[in-house]
């Protein structure tokens, strides 16, 4: 599978941004699918993840209650909603495919294929 992350921009403090997330080329709905960040600087984090049914997500604790991952498996997307962004979520964002087990979810070890990335910068 080949994924390609678009949806990033400049937005202000408070505001809003949806990240897609578009796969080719695989059997998406087979694929758990994880949202990592990397700012400058800084090493690749974990932020979300949702499984192959779309049925579990998961959250980093710096964006519980903020951030939201769904999927379309009919249209082979991902997303993800952040809602409330800080100048502190500035950062590449990238989607990854893979089939982690659970104490892998989280992990860059737990996904096979990413994303080319796409830059989110939040304005204070």
């Known amino acids: 599978v080949q994924l390609q992350a678009s949806g990033g921009g400049l937005v202000q403090a408070g505001g809003s941004l949806r990240l897609s997330c578009a796969a080719s080329?695989?059997?998406?709905?087979?694929?758990?699918m994880g949202w990592f960040r990397q700012a400058p600087g800084k090493e690749r984090e974990f932020v979300a993840a949702?499984?192959?049914?779309?049925?579990?997500?998961y959250y980093a604790d710096s964006v519980k209650g903020r951030f939201a991952v769904s999927r379309d498996n009919a249209k082979n997307m991902a997303y993800l909603q952040m809602n409330s962004l800080k100048p502190e979520d500035t950062a590449v964002y990238y989607c990854?495919?893979?089939?982690?087990?659970?104490?892998?979810?989280?992990?860059?070890?737990?996904?096979?294929?990413w994303g080319q990335g796409t830059q989110v910068t939040v304005s204070s």
């Open positions: 990854a495919a893979g089939r982690p087990i659970l104490s892998a979810v989280a992990t860059m070890q737990g996904y096979t294929t």
């Open positions: 080329g695989g059997t998406f709905s087979s694929y758990s």
């Open positions: 949702i499984r192959a049914s779309g049925g579990r997500t």
